[in-house]
């Protein structure tokens, strides 16, 4: 067993997510500590702003990648320190600020050898490099920690993980499929920033009190990557926020948090049979609207992650820790149903520090 310390942040980059656990990348022995740190103000903005361009102008990318590197030591270091934690192994997902499976590119931003160098630990990055190359889309990469975390419960089940976009995993038995939906929060974080009225929509206050646009929203879901069979995944720009001008900011708000939790119903589509169980994971199931929403389109029982003890704070980096214990471990990270990769993948890459061998 290993103590693995596992960051991430999501393409919000509200902050960077860490959590410790005791792993030998086949089960989890213990849980430990979890939090979330900020990103400096000048390394979340030029974060933001990346994201937004897009990937036609590259030339900040390494400035980019040396503040999201700084905080991460930053986070990581402060975050050893309050828990007095031994750490064999720390996993550096790195910022995504570009994702085009089409074109076998997906972008995260970091710099996983001088982060080793800096903490003097050895680091796990580069997870979806891999994947990719085998054929895969490089995301979702959580579906074999759901599947550690699966026992025990009612079956067919679904993990529905809401970030930026949500993605699903349906575990029964053996059978492990998993994909990118559509937008999580991030259409909605969007919306909410427009409007100048705060980063998100907090306790769904906002969405809460809007009216759905019926024709935008099926409109939306006409959109040909909802029918697409999975694997598949995408760019948290791959929908356009072309809401009338005239919508109010509820209003918005309301066909948003619909949109999310209607393209979650659509999916059920292409699984083999209707989950009994929905856990919501990410920060969607902090959204009662949300939460309302996904619950009236979907036949299963829908519940947040902390009813099953399972943070929904901590689930990704948690997670991210797992992969890089599997990759210590020479177990595969992903698979044909969960990415569309041509086998089993190994994936990740081992940065030492420069003073130590491993």
Partial sequence: ?????????????????????????RSVARFGASATADYAYETRAAVLEA??????????????????TRDHADAIRAFIAEHGLGVDLVVFHGQTVWHDPKQGETIQLGDPQGLADVLGIPVVG???????????EGAPLVPVYHQALSLGLPQPLCFLNIGGVSNLTYVDGSTLIAFDIGPGNALLDDWIRRHQAGDHDRNGEISGKGKVDQSWLEKALSHPFFDRPGPKSLDRNAFALDLGPQTSLQDGAATLAAFTAAAVARSVALLPSDPKLWIVC???RLNPTLMRELDERLAGEVVPSDRFDIDGDALEAQAMAFLGARLKAGLPTSYPETTGAREPVVGGRLFAPKSQSV
């Fill in 1 to 25: 067993m290993w103590s693995v310390v596992g960051t991430i942040s999501g393409t919000s980059a509200d902050g960077i997510d860490l959590a410790e656990i005791e792993t030998d990348g």
């Fill in 51 to 68: 994201i937004a361009r897009g990937p036609g102008d590259r030339s900040d990318w390494p400035e980019i990648a040396r503040l999201v």
């Fill in 126 to 136: 580069d997870l979806r490099l891999a994947d990719m190359a085998a054929g895969g």
């Fill in 282 to 284: 990410g920060g969607g």
